[in-house]
């Protein structure tokens, strides 16, 4: 088989990009009908004559041998369902072959992605909007909004081209989110940001004392510590994930963990919070405690997408909406509670 010069850099192209998509395998992936038509679909449009890709599709780092790949991704699919009797769908390189939209691999699961870091946005406006700079939280919920925005725009991203690098930046992502919310749990939960001498102190004393003088007191030790220990946490997680081994059973189970222990603290808080305050909006974050944990049931229900467009985990992007905009409407009015005080509440109520 004679190979021009000019199809040299096709062929090397070709080589590069499976360093740009996943390396793990899957049944799609050993069909004998899949791997024909790429080979075959690579030799007719990549090699012989070579067919140019759309501008928006080059735009998204599409080349010509993945075009081909998720062309026989559908292509077998589709023969599949039209089988008589008809054969399961399969995952190709450890996903479901979605539809892809504008080549945007998994077009829902942005979306929600997208809504849910405007959720995240319009709280951040929200707070500073309502919530005085000299509350000694503010800061906190400022950087808890802006871990989500980060979160949040790699997951669009890695869900828009699954890369190497654009799968490690949504995972690393998640997971300093997540570990920022375990840290911050007891921070609000134990007044941590307070000097231990005032923590012991009765709640509304250290609540007054908290809003009229934190911002001259120095940072508590415990806060530093417990600051550390979160830190040291992630980067052991980040560095295991880096330069140990990359595992995905792993990672799933670290998040689990500490997202428990978070869910936990605040499912404790919420009890204590409706206990003494006797209103409905104090038990909201054991609400979004419990709405999470039913939404997490859908990452285990993991069916093929319907209509090749939506699956499980769109869906727990689309479930987790909801309960981030009731958060920042918890904790602004807590903060107000605080900073006004209990009766205060009650008269606006």
């Not at 062929?11 to 009908?33: F, K, N, T, Y």
């Not at 890709?53 to 559908?74: A, I, M």
């Not at 077009?107 to 870091?117: D, G």
């Not at 007891?186 to 004392?209: C, D």
Request: charged content about 15%; hydrophobic content about 45%; aromatic content about 16%.
């Amino acid at each position: 088989m004679r190979i021009s010069i000019s199809t040299i850099p096709v062929i090397l192209l070709s080589c590069l990009s499976v360093l740009c998509v996943p390396i793990w395998a899957s049944r799609g992936d050993q069909l004998a009908e899949f791997k024909e038509c790429v080979r075959f679909c690579i030799e007719q449009n990549c090699i012989y004559d070579p067919t140019p890709l759309p501008l928006h599709l080059r735009l998204l780092l599409w080349t010509c041998p993945t075009e081909c790949d998720y062309s026989c991704q559908r292509t077998v699919t589709q023969l599949r369902l039209e089988s008589v009797p008809q054969k399961p769908i399969e995952q190709f390189h450890g996903k479901w072959p979605f539809r892809r939209v504008l080549g945007i691999q998994e077009p829902f699961s942005v979306i929600f992605s997208l809504a849910n870091l405007y959720a995240h946005v319009y709280g951040l406006e929200s707070l500073k909007r309502e919530v005085p700079r000299s509350y000694p939280l503010y800061g906190y919920y400022r950087l808890f909004g802006y871990m989500g925005l980060v979160c949040w725009f790699w997951s669009a991203v890695f869900h828009t081209r699954d890369f190497r690098f654009t799968e490690r930046m949504d995972y690393f992502a998640a997971g300093a989110n997540v570990m920022y919310g375990l840290f911050l749990a007891p921070v609000k939960v134990w007044k941590w940001y307070l000097p231990s001498s005032t923590s012991s102190a009765p709640s509304a004393f250290r609540e007054k004392a908290t809003i009229s003088g934190a911002t001259s007191t120095p940072t508590p030790l415990r806060l530093h510590l417990w600051a550390l220990v979160c830190f040291s946490l992630y980067a052991a997680h980040v560095y295991y994930l880096t330069c140990v081994r990359w595992s995905y059973t792993y990672n799933m189970a670290a998040n689990v963990v500490i997202g428990a222990l978070t869910n936990l603290i605040w499912s404790y808080f919420a009890i204590r919070h409706y206990s003494r305050l006797k209103q409905l909006w104090a038990a909201t974050p054991g609400l979004i405690v419990t709405w999470l944990v039913l939404a997490m049931s859908l990452e285990l229900l993991d069916f093929p997408p319907l209509w090749g467009a939506i699956d499980a985990h769109s869906l727990w992007h689309a479930a987790t909406v909801a309960p981030t905009v009731m958060w920042y409407g918890f904790l602004i009015r807590d903060a107000k509670r605080e900073v006004e005080g209990d009766e205060g509440v009650r008269r606006v109520d």
